[in-house]
Structure formats: C-alpha cells, structure tokens
C-alpha cells in the first residue's frame, strides 16, 4: 500500500520546488500563503457574520515600511474620501506568533463600518515570534503607524486623527504604546495618536501574569524568563502621565485563561491616579468575538463608535 503523506507536507514540497526560481519577495510569499494554512486556528480566527465591504472601496495592499516581509500593511480607502480623514490603525492577535493584517476577523465588520463613516482603515503585519520579541514588534507598530502618517495626505486623511486599535496580542502592543507614547512611537517618528481601543488583552500586567501557576505556554513563549524584560513590555509598568486615553474591552466569559477584565480595573485605576482618561468596556462575548463582531449592529459597537467619535473631538486645527 502506498504511504499516504500528509497534505500540509505535499503542500510544502510544492511550495519548495514551485519557487526554487522565482524572485525572492513572490517565493516569501508563496511561502507564507502555505505556512498560514499549516498554523491551527487560533482563538481569535473568527468565523462569525461579515459585512461585506462598501462599493468603492479601494485597497492599496503591501506597503512596505521596513526591509523584512511581514513589515507590510494594508490601506483600505472609502469610496467617497472626505478631506482631513480620520485613520483607524488596526494590529491583529496570534499570540505575537501567528496572524495576518488579510484575516476576516482582522479586517471585515470593522472595516465596513467605519469605511461606511468615512474613515481611512488601515491593517498592519508585523515580524513575528520567534523572529521578533514582543517589544521589537510594538517597535514594527509604531513605525508602521509613523509611514502610514507620513503618507496619509496622500489618502485625504489627517495624520493628527489616527487611532490604534488591537486585539489579543495586537491589543497587548497597542496599550504598550499608548502607554508611554514618548517612548517607542516617538523614537519612530510617529505623530501623538489619539487614543488607543484594546480588544481584550490578556497582558496588561506582564510580571502579575508571569507570575500565575497555571499559566498558558503562549505565554512563557513570548516574554520569557526575565523579571527586567517583563517590566519593559508591560503596559501597566510602562504607564505615564503623558499615556494616550485608552478605551479596554475585555471579555467577560468564563472560558479566558487570563482574567482580562480585571486585569483592564487594574490597569484603568492605575491610570485614574496619573489622570489618564481610561474607560473599561465589559462584554459578554468570547475572545475572537471580541474582535470579530465589532462593527455589526449591536450596542457594543455603538459603545466603541461613540469613544471614538469623542476622542476626534480632541482635535483642535
């Protein structure tokens, strides 16, 4: 009988011999296209209702704002681009290991609706581990946000109206940021944003985290060993006077690792004694619901329209 191999293994080979002559940046890609149907699903896939997106919609995709092949983002531009635009920055989860700017739950309800309102909506890769730790990543952030701010005339958008939003992982980098915005988005050359919108990170409080029993091996992968490292990535150690207002959803399920929603009280009170504007938002779904109903009819996303929409008023030209 014929050993039968499996399918991800043929895949592979194909994708080695299939590119063994073609361009570097073609084969990259080829390469990943493969690697990302071999990874499992990850909590935060989605598979949920889509709002397809606006007629008109223009995609610029694969702008490149470093050297390596995950230093890439997507701009999605409305159909009817009004001047001084706002921006929506958004940076998937994964684990700080896996995900993609393309995925439905990254982009889809979320684009469409705030598209619909006239924004510019961007979709942000990043290296990955183990590649690239999560504080390289929060860097690859912060200069993807200073390109998109760089070119943004060019969209009719305003680059003093962008906002960062993340989930999961992609939330952890978010709130890093936004926590001390004179550090990493400063030594990138990115303008103040205006706020940051968290999706339910797990790793607002790095040490407090690493220091759980029962902790999952994403985890241990991503920050290691090192007390000084832990501090030097954690949100709520990097927190200043200075810090971006920031709006924290978190999911209030049962079935979270992590305690997120405690986790986002501790961090708000932190903040409330620097007076930094910080909202917690409580929702009763899961992890990659979180991400992925964001956007459809719902009072959640009316919660999270309505800080945003507060938080362009700061906007003084």
Same mark, same amino acid.
């Given at each position: 009988?014929?050993?039968?191999?499996?399918?991800?293994?043929?895949?592979?080979?194909? /994708?080695?011999?299939?590119?063994?002559?073609?361009?570097?940046?073609?084969?990259?890609?080829?390469?990943?296209?493969? #690697?990302?149907?071999?990874?499992?699903?990850?909590?935060?896939?989605?598979?949920?209702?889509?709002?397809?997106?606006?007629?008109g919609v223009r995609v610029e995709r694969d702008i490149?704002?470093?050297?390596?092949?995950?230093?890439?983002?997507?701009?999605?531009?409305?159909?009817?681009?009004?001047?001084?635009?706002?921006?929506?920055?958004?940076?998937?989860?994964?684990?700080?290991?896996?995900?993609?700017?393309?995925?439905?739950?990254?982009?889809?309800?979320?684009?469409?609706?705030?598209?619909?309102?006239?924004?510019?909506?961007?979709? =942000?890769?990043?290296?990955?581990?183990?590649?690239?730790?999560?504080?390289?990543?929060?860097?690859?952030?912060?200069?993807?946000?200073?390109?998109?701010?760089?070119?943004?005339?060019?969209?009719?958008?305003?680059?003093?109206?962008?906002?960062?939003?993340?989930?999961?992982?992609?939330?952890?980098?978010?709130?890093? #940021?936004?926590?001390?915005?004179?550090? #990493?988005?400063?030594?990138?050359?990115?303008?103040?944003?205006?706020?940051?919108?968290?999706?339910?990170?797990? =790793?607002?409080?790095?040490?407090?985290?690493?220091?759980?029993?029962?902790?999952?091996?994403?985890?241990?992968?991503?920050?290691?060993?090192?007390?000084?490292?832990?501090?030097?990535?954690?949100?709520?150690?990097?927190?200043?006077?200075?810090?971006?207002?920031?709006?924290?959803? /978190?999911?209030?399920?049962?079935?979270?690792?992590?305690?997120?929603?405690?986790?986002?009280?501790?961090?708000?009170?932190?903040?409330?004694?620097?007076?930094?504007?910080?909202?917690?938002?409580?929702?009763?779904?899961?992890?990659?619901?979180i991400s992925d109903q964001l956007g459809l009819p719902?009072?959640?996303?009316?919660?999270?329209?309505?800080?945003?929409?507060?938080?362009?008023?700061?906007?003084?030209?």
């Open positions: 009988m014929a050993q039968r191999f499996p399918i991800h293994i043929g895949l592979l080979a194909l /994708c080695l011999v299939a590119t063994a002559s073609a361009p570097v940046p073609a084969q990259q890609r080829l390469r990943e296209r493969i #690697l990302q149907r071999m990874q499992p699903q990850t909590e935060d896939a989605g598979r949920g209702e889509r709002t397809p997106l606006p007629p490149a704002y470093g050297p390596d092949p995950r230093q890439r983002y997507d701009v999605y531009l409305p159909a009817h681009a009004r001047p001084d635009a706002p921006i929506l920055f958004m940076v998937h989860g994964g684990g700080w290991r896996r995900g993609d700017k393309r995925m439905p739950n990254v982009v889809g309800n979320k684009a469409a609706y705030w598209l619909q309102r006239g924004f510019v909506f961007v979709s =942000a890769n990043y290296r990955m581990e183990p590649d690239a730790d999560p504080l390289v990543q929060a860097g690859d952030v912060a200069a993807a946000l200073a390109s998109v701010q760089r070119r943004a005339r060019q969209w009719h958008a305003d680059p003093a109206k962008a906002l960062l939003m993340g989930h999961s992982a992609g939330a952890h980098l978010v709130a890093l #940021l936004g926590s001390n915005p004179e550090g #990493l988005l400063r030594q990138a050359g990115a303008q103040r944003p205006l706020g940051v919108v968290s999706l339910d990170s797990g =790793a607002l409080d790095v040490p407090a985290l690493m220091d759980q029993p029962r902790l999952p091996q994403l985890y241990r992968d991503a920050f290691g060993s090192d007390p000084a490292y832990w501090r030097s990535v954690s949100p709520q150690q990097q927190l200043a006077r200075d810090a971006l207002p920031m709006l924290l959803v /978190c999911s209030s399920s049962r079935h979270r690792p992590t305690s997120p929603c405690a986790e986002a009280g501790k961090f708000a009170a932190r903040a409330s004694a620097l007076s930094v504007p910080m909202q917690v938002l409580p929702e009763a779904l899961q992890h990659g619901e719902s009072a959640y996303t009316e919660a999270v329209a309505a800080w945003i929409q507060r938080a362009l008023m700061q906007v003084r030209h």
